[in-house]
C-alpha cells in the first residue's frame, strides 16, 4: 500500500536559516503529492502540491519538487522565520480517491529569533 | 467565508460511551472528510462523503460511523469507546473531484478515561 515516510523532528533553525524536509515515499503509479503545515492550536493548511513528476510547487516561499527517480518531495525554504514553527505534513493522494490522503508523521519545525 | 466548523471542540468520555463529532463544511463544499490524529498514528484517513454517501473508508473497526446530511454537514459517531479512540478528530471539505485539497476544520479533541 501507499505509505510516506518523512524526517523525524523536532527541527531546530535559527532565523533566516535555510530549511529542508525531506519526504520520500512508496507507490504505484502516479500519485498527487501535497504538503499540509498545522500551527499550534489550528487544522492542517494546504501549504504547495504537485501532480506530476518534476513538477514544483510553491507557496510562502517554500518549495518542493516532485521527484519520481528518488520518490521524494523535500520541502525547501531559502530563510525561516520564527513565525513557520508549524508541524509539517507530507501527504499523497490518489486519482478518484479525492480526499483520501496518506500522511507522513509529520515534522515538527521550531525556529528561534 | 467561513471556514470549517466543528462541534464540541474538546470533550471528555468514559470507556464504553459513545461520542457525536459535527462538522459544518464551507458552504459550497460537498464533500467532507474526516481523519483521526494521534502521536502515535499520525493521520489516520477515517471516512469520505459526498452527496450523503460514503464514497471511502479507511481501516478503522465498525464501531466508527458517519453520515452526512443535505446540506453537507457530517457527523461522525463511535460507540463502545475505548481508551485508544484518545485522539484529536479533523474533518475537512473540499470540492469536489479535486485531489487533496482540503480545508480543515481545527478538529475535536476526544479524552477517553
Known amino acids: 500500500g501507499d505509505s510516506v515516510t518523512q524526517m523525524e523532528g523536532p527541527v531546530t533553525l535559527s532565523e533566516e536559516a535555510f530549511l529542508t524536509i525531506n519526504c520520500t515515499y512508496t507507490?504505484?503509479?502516479?500519485?498527487?503529492l501535497f504538503w499540509y503545515v498545522q500551527y499550534p492550536g489550528e487544522g492542517l493548511q494546504l501549504l504547495l502540491k504537485?501532480?506530476?513528476?518534476?513538477d514544483k510547487g510553491s507557496n510562502k516561499g517554500f518549495e518542493a519538487t516532485y521527484r519520481k527517480e528518488t520518490t521524494s518531495f523535500h520541502l525547501e525554504k531559502g530563510s525561516v522565520q520564527v513565525s513557520d514553527s508549524a508541524v509539517y505534513f507530507c501527504a499523497l493522494g490518489r486519482p478518484q480517491r479525492y480526499s483520501t490522503l496518506t500522511f507522513g508523521k509529520g515534522t515538527m519545525l521550531l525556529v528561534s529569533p | 467565508k467561513a471556514g470549517v466548523t466543528q462541534t464540541p471542540r474538546y470533550l471528555i468520555k468514559t470507556r464504553g460511551q459513545q461520542v457525536t463529532l459535527s462538522c459544518s463544511p464551507i458552504s459550497g463544499h460537498r464533500s467532507v472528510s474526516w481523519y483521526q490524529q494521534t502521536p502515535g498514528q499520525g493521520l489516520q484517513f477515517l471516512f469520505e462523503y459526498f452527496s450523503e454517501t460514503q464514497r471511502n473508508k479507511g481501516n478503522f473497526p465498525g464501531r466508527f460511523s458517519g453520515r452526512q446530511f443535505s446540506n453537507s454537514r457530517s457527523e461522525m459517531n463511535v460507540s463502545t469507546l475505548e481508551l485508544g479512540d484518545s485522539a484529536l478528530y479533523l474533518c475537512?471539505?473540499?470540492?469536489?473531484?479535486?485531489?487533496?485539497?482540503?480545508?480543515f476544520g481545527e478538529g475535536s479533541r476526544l479524552t477517553v478515561l
Open positions: 507507490a504505484t503509479g502516479y500519485p498527487s
Open positions: 504537485a501532480t506530476k513528476a518534476d
Open positions: 475537512a471539505s473540499s470540492f469536489d473531484r479535486v485531489i487533496g485539497e482540503l480545508f
